[in-house]
Every structure is written in C-alpha cells, then in structure tokens.
C-alpha cells in the first residue's frame, strides 16, 4: 500500500514538474505549432457568414469575366492561332480561381474549448492554449477581432468579423464567457 501511494506521489510530482511555465509553453508552440491541437470537445465554432456572401459575390464576376474573354477570342483573327483548347481555357482557369476563392473565404473558423482556441485563417490553423492568450479585442476602425498573445503579439481572427454585426458581436459574447471561464487569473 506504501509503495503505490509513494508510486503516485512521484508520478503527481513528476507532471508538476512538467507542467510548462508560459514562456516555455509559447517557445514549444512557436517551434511547431502545427502539431499542438485538442482532442476534447469544441464548445463554440464560430465563422464568418459575410465571408461566404463575399465568396459568393466574387464567384460569379469571375466566371462571367472568363467566359467573356474565351468569347473575345472568337470575334477577330489576330494572326495568333487560336484552337479548341483555348476556348475551354479560359473557363477552365475562371473554376480554378473560383474554387480557390470558395475555399479561401470559406476556411476562416475559431473554435474554443477547455484546452484553449483554434484559430483558422485563410493560411494555415494554429492551436493556442488559455495560458498563452490575453484575451479577445475588437479595435475601433479593425475589420476583424483579433486574439491578443504575449510580447505585443496578436492573431487576427478572420472568422469574426465586424461586417458580420449581431453575429459578431453574439460571437465575442460567448467567447468572452468561455474565456472567463477557462483562462487562468494571471
């Protein structure tokens, strides 16, 4: 019986002395932070619904304008030899920047859970723990909120933004709750 409980005394001792000050914690995280991510459950998702309007504004403008210059080339010869394949072309690069448009519009998320916040941009997804983050700041005049780091540092959060209105500011709410409840005092 001694020797178990002595056994869980150590084990209790060895992850206090693992757990990871907040400089370590942000050095191990910055080395790769592609790799830091939570397996429990997300509490809040949050993206932005304006973005996707955007998207699909954009989408159909770059179709119309790839068409119309696929038609282009059939109205005059100018001495360039024109074939098949350069009608269907230029549709065919109009789908390839629609589908890069609907994806880059579409990905902005954030989810927050226990552990901490995922924030997705439009390059790349980093994962940042509760004792890295500062907290949620909206500035006046910004386009979007931001999630403010150590050193003056900040993430901008694509999928809040303030186009949005009452979604926005239902999305900050709720946030503001998880965080009050989940970032440690210091």
């Known amino acids: 019986m001694t020797s178990q409980s002595d056994e869980t005394n150590s084990h209790q001792q060895f992850h206090k002395e693992q757990q990871l000050d907040e400089k370590k914690l942000a050095a191990y995280t910055a080395l790769d932070p592609f790799s830091v991510t939570s397996n429990k459950p997300w509490e809040l998702t949050i993206t932005s619904r304006k973005l996707r309007v955007y998207a699909m504004f954009l989408i159909p403008?770059?179709?119309?304008?790839?068409?119309?210059?696929?038609?282009?080339?059939?109205?005059?010869?100018?001495?360039?030899?024109?074939?098949?394949?350069?009608?269907?072309?230029?549709?065919?690069?109009?789908?390839?920047?629609?589908?890069?448009?609907?994806?880059?519009?579409?990905?902005?998320?954030?989810?927050?859970?226990?552990?901490?916040?995922e924030v997705r941009n439009i390059i790349g997804t980093r994962f940042y723990y509760w004792q890295l983050i500062y907290g949620l700041s909206v500035p006046e005049g910004a386009r979007m909120a931001r999630l403010e780091l150590p050193e003056f540092e900040y993430m901008p959060l694509w999928a809040i933004q303030v186009s949005d209105g009452a979604d926005t500011i239902q999305a900050v709410r709720k946030f503001r709750e998880l965080e009050a409840q989940y970032m440690p005092e210091e």
């Open 61 to 117: 403008i770059i179709m119309a304008v790839h068409i119309f210059m696929a038609w282009q080339l059939s109205l005059e010869f100018t001495g360039a030899s024109v074939t098949g394949v350069d009608f269907i072309a230029f549709p065919g690069v109009g789908v390839i920047i629609s589908v890069l448009v609907w994806l880059a519009l579409s990905r902005p998320r954030v989810r927050v859970n226990s552990d901490g916040v």
